[in-house]
């Protein structure tokens, strides 16, 4: 279906977006660093996690006071091959670049490495620090918690967060294999694009707290917050389609994210005190990165990948189907026919976008103006 939506240039969005983190007091050179996370999502279509958290989960978050922005990142513990780091509540995003520059480093020079990240905040799409790795020809791993949003298998209370367990990895091709998902059916970051679209969520997707479905997507929000809603893990309710796994692979994000760092989970990320009032989220991030050349090597390791990546896509496909897809493949389609064009902003961005500009006085005028 044709996306007839205004496009702003990606040039003058990235400009737009570092200027406006600087002036909500995030040092420029982080802000470059922010708004590159930012427009990696839209460059890949990842739309719940683009410029339409930009402001919602960002700059209203520096103004309520439960994200700082000058980020203050503290080395807690390092060896040769591991780093464990606390974000004082800071940009999630600037510590955990931070973070892989130290870990591919580490990786290059002893094989692999691994990191933990405390007291942080939301670092944009997972799949951005994982390609760091697979860039320079490594394997990169990353997860994060979350506010509580995913029942456990039997139960109705929103527990974990939607906690994505992402693997990047590099392939002979011109882009990698790169899956990048939650471990629940949706993430809340959809519901919220479904929500500002005004779009309903697809049945089965969220439960209430009386276990039936919710579809509305600005009450499942509300009831995601009052505890009174929660998404369904990856496999759905109950054991019959194995939502049983995604559960267990929150749970291993969620342990390895808090434990690895000696950080906060579940319960305690909400971002909200007991008494009703905003507080930091305190969100926990872990990495890993590998380089294959210290198993059978890189281009090994990237033929070898390249070749299941081509056999799975030549396999034979259903009827009525013309085409089967790897990780990371739409995504790279979808930036080949973006690229060009520009970022696509619907009517709800569009108005956080002149907010913010008209808030700070910036001087940017957008085509979507008329």
């Not at 919710?214 to 995601?224: F, G, N, W, Y």
């Not at 939502?243 to 994000?253: D, E, P, S």
Request: some cysteine; charged content about 25%; glycine content about 12%.
């Amino acid at each position: 279906m044709a996306d007839n939506r205004p496009v702003v240039a990606w040039d003058l969005m990235n400009s737009f977006l570092i200027d406006a983190f600087v002036g909500y007091g995030v040092p420029r050179e982080d802000a470059v660093i922010c708004a590159d996370v930012l427009l990696e999502s839209d460059r890949r279509g990842i739309e719940s996690h683009g410029c339409n958290r930009f402001k919602p989960i960002y700059i209203d978050r520096i103004v309520k006071g439960t994200l700082l922005p000058k980020t203050e990142v503290e080395i807690v513990k390092e060896t040769p091959t591991t780093v464990v780091m606390d974000a004082h509540d800071g940009m999630g995003m600037v510590a955990s670049y931070k973070m892989m520059q130290m870990l591919i480093e580490k990786a290059k020079a002893n094989g692999m490495a691994g990191g933990a990240i405390r007291n942080s905040t939301h670092y944009g799409i997972a799949g951005y620090w994982a390609t760091m790795a697979s860039k320079e020809g490594l394997i990169g791993l990353t997860g994060t918690n979350a506010r509580p949003s995913i029942a456990p298998t039997f139960g109705v209370e929103n527990m974990m967060g939607t906690n994505p367990l992402t693997f990047a990895l590099p392939t002979d091709e011109e882009f990698p294999f790169c899956i990048d998902c939650a471990t629940s059916i949706v993430q809340r970051g959809k519901i919220e694009y479904y929500a500002r679209e005004g779009k309903e969520t697809p049945a089965g997707m969220v439960v209430s707290e009386n276990g039936m479905p919710m579809t509305d997507s600005q009450e499942i929000l509300k009831a995601l917050v009052a505890g009174t809603a929660a998404l369904a893990p990856l496999g759905g309710i109950g054991e019959e389609m194995a939502g049983y796994k995604g559960y267990g692979y929150a749970a291993v994000v969620e342990i390895l994210s808090a434990a690895l760092a000696g950080g906060q989970f579940m319960k305690a990320l909400t971002g909200v005190s007991e008494d009703g009032e905003p507080q930091m989220y305190h969100l926990g991030h872990f990495f890993f990165v590998v380089d294959p050349d210290a198993f059978a090597g890189r281009e090994t390791f990237r033929k070898t990948a390249g070749d299941i990546c081509r056999a799975l896509r030549k396999s034979r496909k259903a009827p009525g189907q013309s085409r089967i897809y790897t990780a990371g493949e739409k995504e790279y389609l979808t930036w080949l026919e973006r690229k060009d064009r520009g970022v696509p902003v619907g009517e709800a961005v569009q108005r956080e976008i002149l907010q913010v500009r008209d808030a700070l006085g910036l001087p940017y005028r957008f085509e979507f103006e008329g």
